[in-house]
C-alpha cells in the first residue's frame, strides 16, 4: 500500500498490521488497525510540531556542554577535548543541532587541513561530533546524526617505532647503572605494561616465587587509580631475570627504609622514590626517566610506549602465538593486535621460506 500523507506525517502498511510512521522526521513502527495507526500518528505529529521540542534545541556549543556534563570522562580526556574543541569555528557553535547538515562538517575538515590544523586533531574533533550528537539523537533532539556520514582526512599509516637491536643493548646497559633505573625498564620492555599501568603496580600484585605479576590497575596523571584501559586485569608470566632484578629492588628498598628510620608501607609501590614505598611515581616521572634513559642511550626516538611495541613485537618474531601475546598486551581482542602488528606477523619472505622447506624436504622423501 502507498503511503499516505496526515497533516506533516505519513503513515504505510508495511504487512497486515503492521504500519511504518513518520512524523517530524522520525519513522516508527506501529501493531494495529488502520484507525489505531492514524490516532498514533496524530499524537505523533502533535509532538514532533510542539514549539516546546524547537525551543528545547540546543546550539552545537550548547550540546557539547550539555554531553561532556552528563559523560564519564577522565580529567585529561576533558583536557584533551578542551584544546580540540578550539578548532570548532563559533560561527558553526552558535548553529542550532537541528539545523546542522553533512556539508557543515566536511567543509569544517577541509577548511581545518587549509589552516594546517593536523589530521590526529581533526579526527579527534570529529569522533567528539559524532559522539555529542548521538547523545543529542537519544535525547530526542535530532532525528539523526549529520556527521554520521562526514568524511574527516585520513590518517597516514604509520608504523610503531621500536628498539633495534643494537638500541636494546645500549638502552640495557644504561638502564644498569642504577638498579631503580634497571628495574623501570626491565618491568616496561619484559611485560609490555602501560606506562600508568607500571606506575601502578603494588608490591602485592608481584608474586616473586611464582614469577607471576598481576596487572588490573592504571594511575591517572594525580596518582588516583583507575582501571585498566580495557577494564580487564591480566596476569603476566614474568621471566628470571626480571624476576631477578624485583628481588635485588625489594631488598633494596628495605634497606633504602631502614637506613632512614621509616619502615616500609603494608602494601607498598615498586616504582617508588619514597623511604617508605607510599607514593608512586607520577605517570610523566616515568616518561621523563625514559627520555633521559633513551638519549643517553642513543634511542631518543622510541618513546616510552614504543617499549611496549617492542615487547609485542619480540614476541611475535620469535614465533609466539598471537593470542599469548594479545593477552599479555591486555588488547581487548586478538584482533586488535593483528590490526596493529601486520607489519610484523609476516613479510612473506617467512612463509616462502616455509613452503621451500616443505617442497625440499617432499623432493628428498621421493628419492
Excluded at 156 to 180: G, I, W
Excluded at 226 to 255: H, M, N, S
Excluded at 315 to 327: E, K
Aim: with cysteine; hydrophobic share 40%; proline share 4%.
Amino acid at each position: 500500500m502507498a503511503k499516505r500523507a496526515y497533516g506533516s506525517g505519513s503513515k504505510r502498511e508495511v504487512r497486515p498490521g503492521v504500519w511504518q510512521l513518520r512524523a517530524g522526521g522520525r519513522s516508527t513502527t506501529f501493531r494495529g488497525t488502520g484507525k489505531e495507526a492514524e490516532a498514533e500518528l496524530a499524537r505523533l505529529v502533535v509532538i514532533a510540531d510542539s514549539p516546546r521540542r524547537l525551543a528545547a534545541v540546543p546550539t552545537l556549543t550548547e550540546l557539547l556542554a550539555q554531553w561532556q556534563s552528563v559523560a564519564n570522562l577522565e580529567q585529561s580526556t576533558r583536557e584533551n577535548y578542551r584544546y580540540v574543541l578550539a578548532h570548532l569555528p563559533t560561527e558553526l557553535g552558535r548553529k542550532r543541532v537541528d539545523k546542522l547538515v553533512l556539508r557543515d562538517f566536511d567543509k569544517l575538515y577541509a577548511d581545518l587541513v587549509r589552516k594546517g590544523v593536523g589530521v590526529p586533531t581533526i579526527r579527534r574533533l570529529h569522533r567528539i561530533m559524532s559522539t555529542a550528537l548521538t547523545q543529542a539523537m537519544r535525547w530526542d533532539m535530532i532525528d539523526h546524526n549529520p556527521v554520521s556520514a562526514a568524511q574527516p582526512p585520513r590518517l597516514a599509516a604509520k608504523t610503531p617505532r621500536v628498539l633495534t637491536a643494537s638500541e636494546l643493548a645500549a638502552v640495557q646497559a644504561e638502564a644498569s647503572k642504577s638498579l631503580d633505573g634497571e628495574v623501570f625498564f626491565r618491568l616496561a620492555i619484559a611485560t609490555g605494561g602501560r606506562r600508568g599501568e607500571l606506575c601502578a603496580i603494588r608490591w602485592s600484585d608481584v608474586d616473586l616465587d611464582e614469577a607471576t605479576l598481576s596487572i588490573s590497575k592504571s594511575l591517572r596523571a594525580d596518582r588516583s587509580v583507575k582501571g585498566t584501559k580495557t577494564e580487564r586485569a591480566r596476569v603476566v608470566p614474568l621471566d628470571a631475570g626480571t624476576v631477578d632484578v624485583l628481588r635485588r629492588w625489594r631488598k633494596a628498598q628495605l634497606e633504602r627504609a631502614m637506613t632512614v628510620g621509616s619502615g616500609v608501607v603494608p602494601d607498598g609501590y615498586v616504582l617508588s622514590h619514597a623511604p617508605d614505598c607510599s607514593q608512586p611515581w607520577k605517570p610523566l616521572a616515568a616518561t621523563r626517566r625514559w627520555a633521559r634513559m633513551a638519549e643517553r642511550a642513543g634511542a631518543a626516538n622510541v618513546s616510552l610506549h614504543g617499549l611496549r611495541h617492542t615487547h609485542v613485537s619480540m614476541l611475535i618474531r620469535a614465533g609466539v602465538d598471537v593470542a599469548t601475546v594479545s593477552q599479555r598486551a591486555g588488547h581487548s581482542r586478538v584482533g586488535t593486535t593483528l590490526n596493529m602488528y601486520t607489519h610484523v606477523l609476516d613479510d612473506g619472505r617467512h612463509a616462502a621460506d616455509v613452503i621451500g622447506a616443505l617442497l625440499d624436504q617432499a623432493q628428498r622423501d621421493a628419492r
